[in-house]
């Protein structure tokens, strides 16, 4: 299988509205995401502006719709247009979310948790080892934001993505943003989840801005970084050492110039770990 391959640098989600000036003026950016299922297309003009860009760019494919916990059976035609976008692009990371979002036959457009237990293991290991033995390649595996808890929980978030890594020899994308609005909402201690994560397990972070407007914290990924959250990645790159790290911002997407703010703050952090280290 090729290796997982990301810079160790701050990239920034590709969204349609910057694909045009990321194509012509190319600025400097350590590496670029994209959602895989907008690129499962025959051909057209965003195929043709991926294909170019990626000749710039190293490039991660960002799965939302694989449903990797779903009881429902793989969807076989999700899986080989995957297969066929990562072969055409040959990504540096695959990655697909900790989640389920299938039922019945039928797609719901959402990332839903699952519930935290021996057999809901065994069914996304399952499932990471035969996407990964239909990809030809390894996939990052990502924890989400959630807004429930299960009653039949048999351990904690952290112990369910530790053991997942653990038991699939699966890689982690660590959305550390996810990490503090699910340790607001079900108040949990953000650093002893970290704590809980093995190093050598995560091949990538996230980060992204959150609402806090309503009762409980809202993953929207329609802000700048909140401070609690650049303290906690400081927190995380101090403990894993510094990562190919994401800036992801998916509602109200501002100027590119925001984006490429925010991933110059994390390339700081980044390189601040870099020189201790050295
Ligand atoms: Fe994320």
């Given at each position: 299988m090729p290796a997982t391959s990301l810079p160790v640098a701050a990239g920034v989600g590709l969204r349609a509205p910057h694909m045009a000036r990321i194509r012509t003026e190319r600025p400097s950016i350590g590496w670029l995401e994209v959602h895989s299922e907008n690129f499962f297309l025959d051909g057209g003009p965003a195929l043709a502006a991926l294909d170019v860009i990626r000749s710039d760019y190293a490039l991660s494919l960002h799965g939302v719709g694989l449903s990797m916990g779903s009881a429902d059976p793989m969807d076989e035609t999700h899986?080989?247009?995957?297969?066929?976008?990562?072969?055409?692009?040959?990504?540096?990371?695959?990655?697909?979310?900790?989640?389920?979002?299938?039922?019945?036959?039928?797609?719901?457009?959402?990332?839903?948790?699952?519930?935290?237990?021996?057999?809901?293991?065994?069914?996304?290991?399952?499932?990471?080892?035969?996407?990964?033995?239909?990809?030809?390649?390894?996939?990052?595996?990502?924890?989400?934001?959630?807004?429930?808890?299960?009653?039949?929980?048999?351990?904690?978030?952290?112990?369910?993505?530790?053991?997942?890594?653990?038991?699939?020899?699966?890689?982690?994308?660590?959305?550390?943003?996810?990490i503090y609005v699910n340790a607001v909402n079900h108040g949990f201690d953000a650093r002893a989840y970290l704590e809980a994560i093995p190093g050598d397990a995560v091949a990538e972070i996230h980060l992204a801005g959150y609402d806090a407007s309503g009762a409980c914290l809202i993953d929207n990924h329609g802000a700048r970084i909140a401070p609690p959250v650049w303290t906690l990645y400081r927190d995380a790159i101090e403990r894993f050492g510094p990562k190919p790290t994401l800036i992801e911002w998916d509602t109200d997407i501002p100027a590119l110039e925001v984006l490429l703010d925010e991933a110059a703050k994390a390339q700081r952090i980044l390189e601040a770990r870099h020189a201790i280290a050295a």
């Open positions: 899986l080989a247009q995957l297969r066929r976008l990562a072969d055409r692009v040959e990504p540096a990371a695959v990655s697909e979310h900790l989640c389920w979002g299938r039922i019945d036959g039928r797609h719901l457009n959402d990332l839903l948790p699952l519930p935290f237990t021996d057999e809901a293991l065994g069914l996304v290991c399952e499932r990471i080892d035969a996407v990964q033995g239909v990809l030809g390649r390894p996939i990052l595996i990502e924890n989400i934001s959630a807004y429930v808890r299960f009653g039949c929980d048999a351990m904690a978030e952290w112990e369910f993505v530790a053991e997942v890594a653990s038991r699939s020899g699966c890689k982690l994308l660590l959305d550390v943003n996810n």
